[in-house]
């Protein structure tokens, strides 16, 4: 029963989606040629893998105001490593950036647990220190492309049977974490967390412990999102992912998880990163001016708000009845 | 007698400047079914809360088989074999009922992923033996009190505890499902559980119980085996003093119609139901669980729409599905669920008690903290509400207290027509007699007051007029003189048309 209705929510961002494209399609039917939807992959990749990080976060009633800053700090660490270690393999240099990123997501985690201050507190503090430690190594220096292996810059725009790598690195990342949030008991914690925190801890569930470890998979998937910034763009200077929490933060509103906890899923999440994505893309095809693109953006998420309310009043009326 | 199976022994514990419980001892022995009573405040789901390890004792000691017992959480109580229920029902909202019964033991298939079909099949079976009907795949938001117990309840049992604790189960259940409970327990107790039961209804306790340990004040005051026991001497026992005639229903003049309530119908939940309540009278509205008794109450105040029919207050109608219109025409709801629906658990104590008349209290727009102290200093003593200081939050009040400021609450905004649903749900002895004293001079002042109530012998006390539900349509309509417990739990079984 709610099982359909989450299925009805999802189907809802995918319908809006098809519209647009759609629209923008006969508008222009260059948007669907196969390099736009290839750039329109690609520019959605990584806002996915960092929607799924938030939504693991936000499913616990909590919120990580600085993947932005952990994305910019893992970028041009991945191009620092490489100009001191130019033949570094890039599996490697993955782990290596999954592994920064966790660190700094279990920065966050700690000092919410420790300072027992909210999230959003917490982590709008570490979106500004991330970001001044990026300043500060940066020193106003950038890397360029030239410094970083051809092998790596290539993953950032090849393809496979015509698929972005990244997009598959996003599918693989959102599978995976789907699957865990639906089938594992601690994945399950997460929403009970999320749906009641007073009652988790009467009940026992280890809230402590799982929410660090939603905010080191938040991390993780930050710094991952990094190193793939850093392929895809090849350019890196301090400034990499500025701004980009409240994109992701909008994509897991759209995607329909509720901003208080509890439930949504990060398929919703990664749907929401895609439309939006394709928002900025298509906009400007239809000739709105960009001042409107920030506005229709504004207005997706009222939207999505104010679905989600009606959708549970429906449920709750159906539920009593 | 069997050996002790868990003991406290000198327990104490603090909330700050209160002391909740002062070196108090309990004896729990497998095979048999412990019940601890004592009047709201007196420390008992204080207990229940350090068995479950959710609250570490400041001083004494826990044995369990003779070992001493530390616990460091819940998680740790439950692997001990120690099963709780707590007073107020914890579930997950968000959550399957089924999730919510097996949240962090849930059956496994390979690969430890969680297999959801015997998960299912598992609550289903719970289910059955405690014959309730409720869809294990239903998320929990939306379940009645009742049914939140109900599967709390189940929770508890899956767990085949060895010691059993259960704080407040029946509050807000009937007799048939009080029964189906009391026949789980104690084929329970029978297979060697030891179960601590809780609760402000003395027959219940007398029925179930072989011992009864008294509190007061965060004291133990006395353990005795049943049949040494009366209910006056337990009751003098946790009062420390004479309890005032229950039920003290005053002789009203019955005035003109000021509730009236025609052909009221919701899809599946109500059908056809109509009623007047006239000024001074009081009304029970008796039922089984899910009969529909607090669906049509919030249909009348307008939190729930309905598909047909039509309320009137004072001949005036009122509109379909608003709130807002109906505390206008002076009609007033103490909700069942206090927790989602009647209080704001952050808030203060006095900002609570005085929520609904804020406009009224304040001075130029501005809400000032000595007339809202004022105000809910009145009522705090008048129900006897036991807080620490009125700007505490609502949260740390015991169970019984929290109900004390949902009444204050209401019954301050002097209404022309008054809903109740399980009024004393929670109360004890001393308080439930105060709020029938206070709900039947209502009545004589002219108010309109209908009661929901799962509680027999209040509804039969304290009621003109006893309207019984069954399956969402009204079977009976009884009045006061021939109103027995046999007629309405005949109408309320759906086995009479009277
Ligand atoms: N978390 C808390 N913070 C502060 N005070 C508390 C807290 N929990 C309980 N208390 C206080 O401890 C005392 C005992 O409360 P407790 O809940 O154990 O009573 P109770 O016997 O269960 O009452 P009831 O019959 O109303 O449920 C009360 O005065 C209550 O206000
Ligand atoms: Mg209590």
């Known amino acids: ?321 | 007698m069997s050996a002790s199976l868990l003991t406290l022994d000198g327990v104490s514990k603090s909330f700050g400047a209160v002391a909740a419980l002062r070196d108090v001892r309990l004896e729990l022995a497998g095979g048999q079914v412990h019940g601890l009573v004592g009047e709201n405040g007196a420390g008992k789901s204080t207990l229940v809360k350090i068995l479950a390890g959710v609250h570490a004792p400041d001083a004494g000691t826990v044995t369990l088989d003779g070992q001493p017992l530390r616990l460091s959480g819940p998680a740790e109580a439950r692997a001990a074999g120690i099963a709780v229920i707590y007073q107020e029902p914890t579930l997950f909202p968000d959550l399957s009922v089924a999730e919510n019964i097996f949240m962090g033991r849930q059956p496994l298939r390979g690969l430890r992923r969680i297999d959801t079909a015997k998960m299912r099949t598992d609550a289903g079976e719970l289910f059955a033996r405690l014959g309730v009907h409720l869809d294990p795949d239903r998320p929990a938001r939306g379940l009645s009190i009742a049914d939140q117990q109900l599967v709390e309840i189940a929770k508890a049992i899956s767990l085949d505890a060895r010691v059993l604790v259960m704080d407040e189960p029946t509050a807000a259940l009937s007799g048939v499902e009080v029964e189906r409970l009391f026949a789980v327990t104690r084929a329970l107790r029978d297979a060697g559980a030891a179960v601590l039961f809780i609760s402000h209804r003395f027959d219940e306790v007398f029925a179930l119980c072989q011992r009864i340990t008294v509190m007061r004040d965060g004291r133990w005051v006395s353990t005795d085996p049943v049949d040494a026991l009366t209910v006056d001497v337990v009751v003098r026992r946790m009062v420390g003093r004479e309890v005032s005639a229950m039920y003290p229903k005053q002789d009203t003049t019955v005035g003109a119609p000021r509730l009236q309530v025609r052909g009221l119908s919701r899809d599946g939940a109500f059908a056809d139901v109509g009623f007047t309540v006239h000024s001074g009278e009081i009304v029970a509205l008796a039922g089984l669980v899910g009969a529909g008794r607090s669906e049509v109450c919030r249909a009348i105040f307008g939190i729930d729409r309905y598909d047909a029919g039509e309320v009137l207050v004072d001949g005036v109608r009122l509109s379909n599905g608003d709130t807002a219109a109906a505390i206008k025409a002076g009609v007033a709801l103490v909700p069942e669920d206090r927790r989602q629906q009647g209080l704001v658990m952050e808030l203060s104590v006095q900002r609570n008690a005085t929520l609904p008349r804020r406009w009224e209290l304040a001075r130029g727009g501005l809400l000032l903290g000595a007339s809202e102290r004022r105000a809910a200093a009145a009522w705090a003593q008048r129900l006897q509400v036991k807080a620490g200081r009125l700007t505490d939050a609502v949260s740390t009040l015991s169970g019984g207290n929290q109900q004390k400021v949902v009444l204050a609450k209401w019954l301050a905004t002097k209404p022309r027509v008054l809903i109740v649903d399980e009024p004393t749900r929670g109360i004890d002895v001393g308080t439930k007699a105060e709020v029938h004293r206070l709900l039947s001079q209502l009545a004589a002042e002219g108010v309109a007051v209908l009661m929901v109530s799962s509680e027999l012998p209040e509804v039969l006390g304290m009621a003109d007029r006893v309207l019984v539900m069954h399956e969402g349509r009204l079977t009976a309509d009884i009045p006061r003189q021939r109103a027995t417990e046999e007629s309405v739990m005949h109408a309320a079984t759906g086995q009479a048309d009277a």
């Open chain 1, 1 to 321: 029963m709610t099982h359909r209705v989450f299925v009805v929510r999802e189907l809802g961002i995918v319908l809006a989606l098809v519209l647009l494209v759609a629209v923008t399609a006969i508008v222009n039917p260059r948007f669907l040629s196969a390099q736009s939807v290839k750039d329109l992959l690609l520019g959605s990749a990584i806002l996915a893998i960092l929607a799924v990080g938030q939504a693991i976060v936000v499913i616990t009633r909590n919120v990580d105001l600085s993947v932005g800053s952990i994305l910019g700090l893992t970028a041009f660490a991945t191009g620092s490593v490489f100009v001191a270690a130019p033949g570094l393999p890039i599996p490697v240099m993955v782990l290596i950036g999954v592994a920064f990123g966790a660190a700094l997501g279990a920065v966050n985690g700690g000092l919410i647990a420790a300072a027992r201050v909210p999230a959003l507190v917490v982590t709008l503090g570490t979106l500004y220190v991330f970001r001044g430690l990026d300043y500060m190594w940066a020193q106003g220096r950038q890397i360029n492309a030239a410094d970083m292996p051809t092998g790596f810059l290539r993953m950032g725009t090849a393809t496979v049977a015509g698929v972005p790598v990244l997009t598959l690195f996003a599918v693989v990342v959102l599978v995976a974490v789907g699957y865990y949030l639906r089938n594992y008991r601690s994945g399950r914690e997460l929403y009970a967390i999320g749906s009641d925190p007073a009652a988790a801890r009467l009940y026992g569930i280890p809230s402590g412990r799982r929410v660090l470890a939603a905010f080191v998979a938040s991390g993780a998937l930050a710094g991952l999102a990094g190193v793939l910034h850093a392929a895809r763009f090849g350019t890196l200077d301090a400034n990499a992912g500025l701004g980009t929490e409240l994109n992701v933060v909008a994509a897991v509103v759209v995607g329909g998880v509720a901003i208080f906890g509890g439930s949504g899923s990060v398929y919703g999440a990664a749907l929401g990163a895609v439309l939006l994505t394709v928002i900025r893309a298509g906009l400007p095809v239809l000739g709105i001016n960009p001042f409107w693109q920030d506005a229709a953006v504004g207005a997706l998420i009222l939207a999505a708000i104010g679905l989600d309310r009606a959708l549970s009043a429906r449920i709750a009326r159906s539920l009593r009845g």
